[in-house]
């Protein structure tokens, strides 16, 4: 098990709320990465955190934001949820320092959107 | 545009047998490659990793293989357990580039049979 921890396990939404998800890094990992990864396909980057600031991002719209905090943990909020939001969210930290980023994952947030 | 692909979708070997997971990646400038396992509501757990500038790792019962040449990664898994099933991802990296992303591939489920 990685020491990444990700809270909820699962969430309902209706289309068109906003939700708050939240991981808390691997103790020594200053970098936070968010992935959806739809039913049968691999995870997809959202976008990755270092020293509090965005530090890339993959192809998802303004909605999709999120935050780093000085202890490393994070958060990912979705606004005006659509149907097609429906995934599993993962979370990994890593350490982005020496030009290699293992990523360890957490276990996911279900998000079901109706 | 750049993805990492896997050439079968689909895996079933024999419990005891070697298991080979293949891969190909179409970006050049990638440098860094991970497997990843995913069991069945959990999220990717790493395996192994190799950098460009080697062409074999070994771990424990595994060996990952990279061919840049042809742009081909493969995962070995010696005496197949029944542990072993999951899902295995390939992702790639490229930290020439300021973002730390992994691009995924679609995942090969692998499946032992006792």
């Known amino acids: 098990e990685t020491g990444v921890t990700q809270s909820p396990t699962h969430l309902i939404k209706t289309r068109g709320q906003q939700v708050t998800l939240r991981c808390s890094s691997q103790?020594?990992?200053?970098?936070v990465s968010w992935y959806q990864q739809a039913l049968g396909q691999g995870p997809q980057f959202i976008f990755q955190?270092?020293?509090?600031?965005?530090?890339g991002r993959g192809n998802f719209p303004p909605r999709f934001s999120g935050l780093q905090f000085p202890n490393y943990s994070s958060e990912l909020n979705v606004n005006a949820l659509e149907l097609d939001d429906s995934a599993l969210y993962l979370c990994?930290?890593?350490?982005?320092?020496?030009?290699?980023?293992?990523?360890?994952f957490g276990p996911g947030t279900r998000l079901t959107v109706l | 545009g750049e993805s990492v692909g896997l050439h079968l979708p689909t895996l079933s070997v024999q419990e005891g047998d070697n298991s080979i997971i293949n891969c190909a990646y179409s970006n050049s400038a990638s440098d860094y490659f991970i497997w990843y396992k995913q069991e069945s509501g959990k999220g990717p757990q790493f395996i192994i990793d190799?950098?460009?500038?080697?062409d074999k790792r070994q771990g424990q019962r595994v060996t990952v293989l990279l061919n840049k040449t042809v742009k081909h990664l493969s995962l070995q898994i010696a005496a197949t357990q029944p542990g072993d099933s999951a899902v295995y991802f390939c992702a790639e990296n490229n930290y020439g580039g300021s973002q730390g992303n992994l691009i995924f591939g679609k995942g090969t489920k692998l499946s032992v049979k006792p």
């Open positions: 103790s020594g990992h200053n970098t």
């Open positions: 190799i950098r460009s500038n080697m």
């Open positions: 955190y270092y020293r509090e600031e965005e530090n």
């Open positions: 990994a930290s890593g350490r982005l320092a020496t030009g290699t980023d293992t990523q360890y």
